[in-house]
């Protein structure tokens, strides 16, 4: 199946389900930080912020997911991580 596009709204929610937290900058900024407790340290990265319907490319997504240790490799299907299973 492979990471596909998604609106970045659809991605926080499927990542939500994982224990991934969006925090909010102060200041205006255009981007967003997302952040996963992973072995007790808190493991962040930073998603342009382009509007909740703008599409997430899937290379970013396939680097989130290994970020944040949600692949395959770490036990994560496709269809566990897009909810089709």
């Keep these: 199946m492979g990471d596909r596009v998604l609106p970045r709204r659809k991605l926080v929610s499927i990542l939500r389900r994982f224990g991934v937290d969006e925090l909010m900058p102060s200041g205006g900024s255009s981007h967003r930080q997302l952040v996963r407790i992973i072995e007790g340290k808190k493991v962040p990265y930073t998603l342009p912020f382009r509007g909740d319907s703008a599409d997430v490319r899937p290379s970013?997504?396939?680097?989130?997911?290994?970020?944040?240790?949600?692949?395959?490799?770490?036990?994560?299907?496709?269809?566990?991580?897009?909810g089709t299973k």
């Design 60 to 82: 970013v997504i396939k680097s989130i997911r290994a970020r944040f240790r949600l692949g395959p490799e770490y036990g994560v299907s496709d269809e566990e991580f897009y």
